[in-house]
C-alpha cells in the first residue's frame, strides 16, 4: 500500500482527522514531516480540512545545524504558501535548571508550546508525523527499559488532541514519497549518534530484526491489535472491580484475580512501579484496608 | 543471586522438581547443561531426587564435532558416576524426507526420543538447560516472526513433564559458575553461524539491547510475570465466554467483547493465524454458525 492509501485508510477507519478540522502541523523539516506536510496538502481538499498551520520549534540545542533548520522550513512553508510559526526555546538552559534529560524536556516543552498555539489560533487537533518505526522503536525502548504491558503498545494514532496520520507508515516509504515528489529535507545529525538508545535501537538492532523478517514491522502492528482488544476488555473488568471494591472493600480485593488486584491498585494508588505495586498488594492480603476514599470512579 | 541460590528459589516457589523424582537430563556437553547437571548434583542430597540419569542425543549433523561431544560426555558421566545414554539419530536424513529444517526436526526428534527414555526407564521428569537468556532470545524471535500474545511469553519453567531449573539464570551466571567449578564444556561451532536467527539474536541484537539497559533480561522476566497473570485471567473468562456460546451458539457469541471472540475462535477452531480468526470472526457476524458441535469443553 502506497504513503497515501495508509493514511486515507487510517482516516476511514478511526475518522482521524474530520473533515473542517484546522490543524497545527509539528513540522522539523526533517523526512518524516515533510511527508506528513505533502501527504496533508495532496488530501486537504478531497478531505474537506479548513486549515493547516505549520509550527517548527528550534529548541536551540544544535546551533548552526538549528539555524539551517530553521531556515529550510520557512523556505519550504513559502514555497508552498503555508503560514509558518517559529518558535524558540532554550532546552539546554532549561534542562539545565531542572537537572533533566534534553530530549524529554526538548518533549516536554514542544508541546507545551504546541497546545499554547492550537488554543491561541483556535485549531482543533496538533497533527505530527509519529510513524511505524517510531513505533516499533518505541515498543523496544520500552521493553528494554522496563515496562508493563501498556508500553508494549506504544503510542496511539490518535491521544487526545494529538493524531498522527503515518502510524501505518514505514520509514521506507516516507523517503520515496519524499523524493517523489523532488522535494527535499534536514537530517538532524544527531540522528546518527548511537549513544542515544532509541538510535541505537534504530541502526543497530532493528536492521538486524528486518534481516531476520523484512515484514517485522507489520507483524507488530497485527500483535498490538490483539494486546489493544485484551488491554480494552481489562480495563473493562477493571472498572467493574474498582466499583466493587470502592464499595465492599477489602473483601471483594480480595476475590479479584491477581491480574485485575495489579491493575485495580495501580488505579486506586497511581502507581506503575511493579514492586510498589506487588507491596501494595502484600499489605492489603496482610489486613490493610484499601485507600479508596481518596480515589474516584471517573 | 548466584546460580544456585536462584535454582533453589525456583524449586522453593514453584516445588519444581519433587523430592524422590527420578530424572532424566538432557545433556549436550555444552556449557548449559554443565552447569544444569553440575547444580543438580549439588543439590541431590538436600532436596532427596532419587536418580540422575544423563542422555546425550548425537543428531550427526556435525560430523567430526558430534564425535567430539559425545566423547566429552561419556568422559564428564564417568568422572562425576553418571549414568549415560547415548542416542544417535541421522536427523540430516529425517528433515531431507520430511523437507523441514534441520533445527525444528532435531528439537522433535530429541523431545521424543528424551520421552522414550524416560517411559521405559520409569522416570519421572525431563529436565532441560533452558535459561533465561533463551527466553529471551525466543521471544524476540517470535516477536520478530510473527506471534499472539502467547508467543510474548515464550516458554515455562515446567511443561508438562519437561521443568528448566535454570530459567531465571543469565548466561554470564552459567558460564562463571562452571568455570568456577573448574569444569569445562564443549561450544557448537555453528553457535557463532549467525546465518541461524537465533544466533543473529543472540550475537547481534542482544548485546546491543544490553548496551541500553544491563538489567534488560530482569526488566522482561517481571513484564512476563504481568502478561502470565493477565493471560491467566483472560483464560479463566474464556472458558466461561465457551460454555455459554456451546448452550447459547451465535447470539451468545456477538455479545463478547473482541478479545474474548477471538480466543473462543482460536479455541473452537483450533487456528492461531490472526487473518484466518478475523475471517472466522467476520462470517460469523455475517450470519454462519459457530461449530459448537465438534468441540469439547475441557
Not at 120 to 137: F, K, P, Q, S
Not at 225 to 244: C, G, I, P, Q, V
Request: proline fraction near 3%.
Amino acid at each position: 500500500m502506497s504513503l497515501l492509501r495508509k493514511v486515507v485508510f487510517l482516516q476511514r477507519k478511526l475518522q482521524l482527522i474530520p473533515p473542517g478540522s484546522s490543524l497545527l502541523v509539528a513540522f522539523s523539516g526533517g523526512a518524516d514531516s515533510v511527508a506528513l506536510v505533502l501527504a496533508l496538502l495532496e488530501l486537504k481538499g478531497f478531505i474537506g480540512w479548513k486549515r493547516i498551520l505549520l509550527m517548527h520549534v528550534n529548541h536551540m540545542i544544535r546551533g548552526g545545524e538549528a539555524e539551517r533548520d530553521e531556515l529550510f522550513c520557512r523556505e519550504f512553508a513559502q514555497r508552498h504558501q503555508l503560514p509558518l510559526l517559529v518558535e524558540r526555546i532554550d532546552i539546554p538552559s532549561i534542562a539545565e535548571k531542572k537537572k533533566e534529560n534534553l530530549e524529554s524536556i526538548a518533549r516536554e516543552e514542544r508541546y507545551r508550546l504546541l497546545r499554547e498555539v492550537k488554543d491561541r489560533e483556535g485549531l482543533d487537533l496538533i497533527v505530527t508525523a509519529h510513524h511505524l518505526n517510531d513505533l516499533v522503536e518505541t515498543v523496544l525502548l520500552w521493553l528494554v527499559r522496563g515496562c508493563g504491558t501498556e508500553g508494549l503498545m506504544g503510542f496511539d494514532e490518535r491521544e487526545g488532541d494529538v493524531v498522527r496520520p503515518l502510524f501505518l507508515v514505514k520509514k521506507e516509504e516516507i523517503v520515496a514519497f519524499v523524493k517523489g515528489k523532488g522535494e527535499s529535507w534536514v537530517e538532524d545529525s544527531t540522528n546518527m549518534d548511537v549513544g542515544y538508545a532509541r538510535n541505537r535501537i534504530r541502526h543497530r538492532v532493528i536492521p538486524e530484526l528486518k534481516k531476520i523478517n523484512p515484514s517485522f514491522e507489520e507483524n507488530f502492528l497485527r500483535l498490538r491489535a490483539l494486546l489493544k482488544d485484551e488491554d480494552s476488555y481489562l480495563r473493562e473488568k477493571t472498572k467493574e472491580a474498582l466499583a466493587l471494591v470502592q464499595q465492599e472493600g477489602r473483601k471483594a480485593f480480595l476475590k479479584l484475580h491477581p491480574a485485575l488486584q495489579r491493575r485495580v491498585v495501580m488505579e486506586i494508588y497511581g502507581v506503575r512501579n511493579f514492586r510498589l505495586v506487588e507491596q501494595i498488594i502484600n499489605s492489603i492480603k496482610k489486613g490493610e484496608e484499601l485507600k479508596t476514599a481518596q480515589y474516584r470512579i471517573s
